[in-house]
């Protein structure tokens, strides 16, 4: 079966679903949205920290984090945005020192982060009560904080479907064709198809239904594999996240994006095991000195932190417990006494999308008349999804960024160490 799209977007994570609203919105039409994972159960969009902020040290990452920020801000109720904050504690030196110069750069974002000494982190932190004689000092970035990612991606999806984007869930893309058109620039590659099989929905004998396994292996079974589509069109646009190599060596494109397990344990206190004046809900995110952050979540608390050295690949295996005792609980005991006693809710494993110098990935891929790609945002994909959306819809429709010139993040900067884009404050 062959369909025809104006654009197709791949991939309805966060980003793939947040450029097809705002290309719907400026009234491209045609706007097809093809992803497997119908529940986003694998999506990183679904599985991440819902930790928002503006704080960083390049320029385009500040500002597209503070123009996403400023939207969820605007539709808190939404999004339950929560402006609680940031809390970056520090025992390295140097590092303190780096962070206070950056602290100056993104105040001219308007972000009023403010530097704290360890007795000010005990004072206003009371949680903090362990180990402070080790910290350096701490910034504070009281505009930053914590929104519910599901309801973000929902709120796109609804939208865009609400001005006539089609979303095809349960699709894979197995292969895309290319062919050689001469313009105005010269000779230039356009996609012209996408080959993608519609996969049988889960059973429930099967609880992954099949998506996690296509989604690690790459490979649709002949039983899994409804029908066959083809889906000729004019733009194409890659979101698939961390899957999005896959993609660009189907259309020869070589990309450096590694996908890299990260895994986040739920924590249950109770309530008379909380040092005198602890408060968990009012908390934002915490960012300890040894890696790990963690947040208030619903009843319990999020707590996160990325093994070093971790391999990359499409693993999806959750440590369980032997995550929880070696990694969370020693760091969280290690540094707040309400932690000394307290349990392993349950878990989960999703994927970043790591690139060499921790930046996203956007823009046209160079070569093509008409393929563009918005991916690999790391652990920031959630609070750039606004601008990169509004960003790349812009692009795509008038050849122009409008509002954040995300022209920084283009991959050509892999072929130039001058023109990368460094993240240091990486989580
Ligand atoms: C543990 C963890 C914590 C994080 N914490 C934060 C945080 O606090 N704040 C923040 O901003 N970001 C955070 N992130 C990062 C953030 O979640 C991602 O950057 C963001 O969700 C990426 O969105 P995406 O739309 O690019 O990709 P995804 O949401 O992964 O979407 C990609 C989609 O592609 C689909 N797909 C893949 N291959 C194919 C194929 N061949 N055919 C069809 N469909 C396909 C998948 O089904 C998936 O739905 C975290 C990530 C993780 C894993």
């Known amino acids: 079966m062959t369909e025809r799209a104006d654009v197709l977007v791949v991939g309805g994570g966060i980003i793939g679903s947040g450029i097809a609203?705002?290309?719907?919105?400026?009234?491209?039409?045609?706007?097809?949205?093809?992803?497997?994972?119908?529940?986003?159960?694998?999506?990183?969009?679904?599985?991440?920290?819902?930790?928002?902020?503006?704080?960083?040290?390049?320029?385009?990452?500040?500002a597209a984090c503070k123009a996403t920020l400023d939207f969820f801000a605007a539709n808190a109720g939404e999004f339950g945005f929560r402006a609680a904050g940031y809390l970056w504690l520090y025992d390295d030196r140097a590092l303190f020192a780096t962070a206070l110069e950056k602290l100056r750069l993104q105040n001219e974002h308007g972000l009023g982060v403010e530097r704290l000494g360890p007795a000010e982190v005990a004072a206003r932190f009371p949680v903090l009560d362990r180990a402070l004689d080790e910290l350096v000092g701490a910034t504070f970035s009281p505009r930053d904080g914590l929104v519910n990612p599901n309801a973000v991606r929902a709120f796109y999806r609804r939208r865009a479907e609400a001005l006539g984007v089609r979303f095809l869930n349960r699709h894979y893309v197995t292969g895309a064709a290319t062919e050689l058109s001469v313009g105005a620039a010269g000779p230039l590659r356009r996609v012209a198809w996408v080959d993608a099989v519609e996969v049988v929905p889960g059973k429930p004998a099967d609880e992954d239904g099949g998506v996690r396994e296509i989604l690690t292996r790459h490979f649709v079974a002949r039983e899994r594999a409804l029908r066959e589509l083809r889906v000729e069109t004019g733009v194409l646009v890659n979101a698939l996240g961390a899957w999005s190599p896959i993609l660009s060596a189907k259309l020869g494109v070589r990309d450096v994006t590694?996908?890299?397990?990260?895994?986040?344990?739920?924590?249950?206190?109770?309530?008379?095991?909380?040092?005198?004046?602890?408060?968990?809900?009012e908390l934002g995110m915490i960012v300890d000195p040894s890696g790990l952050y963690f947040h208030p979540e619903g009843p319990h608390v999020l707590a996160g932190y990325s093994i070093?050295?971790?391999?990359?690949?499409?693993?999806?295996?959750?440590?369980?417990?032997?995550?929880?005792?070696?990694?969370?609980?020693?760091?969280?005991?290690?540094?707040?006494?309400?932690?000394?006693?307290?349990?392993?809710?349950?878990?989960?494993?999703?994927?970043?999308?790591?690139?060499?110098d921790r930046s996203g990935i956007a823009g046209a891929v160079g070569g093509f008349a008409n393929l563009y790609e918005a991916h690999s945002f790391t652990g920031r994909g959630v609070m750039q999804s606004y601008a990169v959306a509004r960003s790349m819809a812009a692009l795509i429709a008038t050849g122009r960024y409008e509002a954040v010139d995300l022209a920084p993040l283009g991959r050509e900067r892999f072929d130039d160490p001058a023109r990368r884009v460094p993240e240091a404050l990486h989580i």
């Open 258 to 281: 590694e996908p890299v397990r990260r895994q986040i344990s739920l924590v249950d206190v109770h309530a008379s095991d909380l040092a005198p004046g602890v408060r968990l809900a």
């Open 308 to 356: 070093p050295d971790e391999p990359p690949g499409f693993d999806f295996r959750y440590d369980g417990d032997v995550f929880f005792e070696r990694e969370i609980w020693p760091r969280l005991a290690h540094r707040a006494s309400s932690f000394e006693r307290c349990g392993h809710v349950r878990g989960w494993a999703g994927l970043y999308a790591v690139t060499p």
């Open 21 to 62: 609203w705002a290309l719907a919105e400026r009234g491209v039409r045609g706007v097809v949205v093809l992803d497997l994972d119908l529940a986003g159960v694998y999506a990183s969009s679904e599985l991440n920290a819902g930790g928002v902020r503006a704080t960083w040290w390049q320029p385009v990452n500040i």
